[in-house]
């Protein structure tokens, strides 16, 4: 019987005050037909995402229908699937839930309870309640969450901050995007950029102050999604897979191929099969760390025979891996536009490629092609240019290529610091600077 450990647990959510929150953007629905997990990579800010959903529903429901829980909480070690009816047991002596209200269940680290999807489906079932599932990528897939709650949940990806939420957290006013464009304001609004392509959107990270300590805290992170979430989950050789990792991490916003980097470990001598890589890529997909791109073509083999483009989840971890990735700053913009259409894509039907001429080694090549079912719905190029004259003409021509096979009129060059429209060969294409675009809500 673990009624006490329940009962102190609860009394202290009970008195807990919400903490004060940078509100995401992401939508969760707050009277889901189904159970909603909320999933992403580690330290993003699932629980704060959680603590969210709270604070929006107690406009409408009383506070002692809502019950959170942490099972990574010291006096809930040890749990099975028959403890959590104790759970609840203590939840209606000590809350007294409205009886004709539904009770509105938030269980963080649910991983952590033997058996949870079982008597989590079974109290879904019931009608009685809502839930609300968070948990850590070390423990639990998106793919294992959907195959042990059988087709009952949908899932929500809590990214680090996008940009909109950094300008959120460093008090800027968003309120007339025209007036960041002139003048100081124009000086202050590139300065947060860089800063945000430099550091990423890591809440805490945002958050602090001093380069020293921003460092600091995202070599930690690297470490702990390196030993909890990869090796000690998939338990795969550290010394293999750190060799792996920081090259791929090098690689970042350029094609590589598992060959590419087979290749490479040889040098190091270190030993291992291409299955064993296409493995850690894998991994480091699951846990949203690495995200590969694949070429656009309307074959699958194709797609599946050319070399990925691999982005990191957060430029913050680039630079605690990679030394010199400050000196790489227009692939660090890529892969914040990367990152962007990802989160992005999560509240729309596109999908994501990249564009070069097949058979042609230093063929033409466009950042991202952006596909909507079988239409070709934009074409981005990502550029370090301040001016018109800065914008290289391979980088234009490779643009209107990729429009003439694609048969896309769509076109943009994401900038540094240059707005404006360029005409070619009866084609426009449109310019605009990144922080713009990354506040903007279209593509």
């Known amino acids: 019987m673990r009624e006490e450990d329940f009962r102190v647990v609860l009394s202290e959510w009970r008195v807990r005050k919400l903490p004060e929150l940078v509100e995401r953007e992401i939508k969760i629905p707050l009277e889901p037909t189904t159970i909603i997990t909320i999933i992403g990579p580690r330290q ?5 995402r959680v603590f969210q959903l709270i604070r929006e529903l107690s406009s409408m429901v009383s506070r002692e229908n809502m019950l ?18 104790d759970m609840i047991k203590v939840f209606y002596q000590l809350f007294l839930p409205e009886e004709k209200t539904q009770i509105y269940l938030f269980l963080d680290e649910i991983q952590n309870v033997r058996d949870w999807d079982k008597w989590v489906r079974r109290v879904y079932e019931s009608g009685k309640f809502k839930i609300f599932i968070s948990g850590s990528s070390s423990k639990l897939s998106s793919k294992e969450i959907a195959t042990a709650l059988r087709g009952r949940s949908i899932d929500f990806i809590v990214f680090p901050f996008s940009f909109r939420e950094f300008l959120k957290a460093k008090k800027i006013e968003l309120k007339n995007v025209e007036v960041l464009s002139y003048l100081e304001e124009r000086g202050k609004i590139l300065r947060l950029t860089e800063e945000f ?70 040098t190091l001598g270190l030993k291992c099969s291409k299955s064993t890589l296409i493995k850690f890529l894998k991994y480091s997909e699951e846990v949203f760390f690495l995200f590969p791109i694949e070429i656009f073509s309307y074959s699958i083999k194709e797609r599946k025979q050319y070399p990925k483009k691999l982005y990191v989840v957060d430029n913050g971890i680039v630079r605690a891996i990679y030394s010199n990735a400050e000196k790489s700053f227009g692939r660090l913009m890529e892969n914040s536009v990367a990152v962007e259409l990802l989160r992005r894509k999560e509240s729309s039907k596109f999908e994501i ?11 033409n090549e466009v950042d991202f092609v952006i596909r909507e079912g079988t ?27 990729a429009s003439e096979e694609l048969k896309c009129k769509d076109l943009l060059i994401i900038t540094w610091d240059y707005e404006g429209e360029l005409e070619v060969e009866n084609r426009k294409i449109k310019c605009l600077p990144l922080w713009k675009w990354l506040i903007s809500f279209s593509l």
């Open 44 to 48: 993003a800010g699932k629980t704060f």
């Open 68 to 85: 959170y829980v942490n099972f990574e909480h010291e006096r809930l070690r040890n749990l099975d699937a028959n403890n959590l009816e």
């Open 353 to 363: 490629f990249y564009w070069k001429e097949y058979g042609k080694r230093n063929g």
């Open 197 to 266: 392509v430099k550091f990423g959107g890591y809440p805490k990270v945002v958050l602090t102050e001093e380069v020293d300590a921003k460092e600091k805290i995202l070599r930690t992170y690297y470490e702990t999604i390196f030993y909890k979430d990869l090796v000690e989950r998939y338990k795969v050789d550290p010394i293999l897979l750190d060799a792996f990792l920081r090259y791929a991490v090098t690689c970042f916003s350029k094609q590589v191929s598992v060959s590419k980097i087979y290749n490479y470990l040889k």
């Open 375 to 401: 239409n070709i719905k934009k074409l981005i190029q990502v550029t370090y240019a301040n001016s018109k004259d800065e914008i290289e003409k391979r980088e234009v021509e490779n643009l209107i290529k």
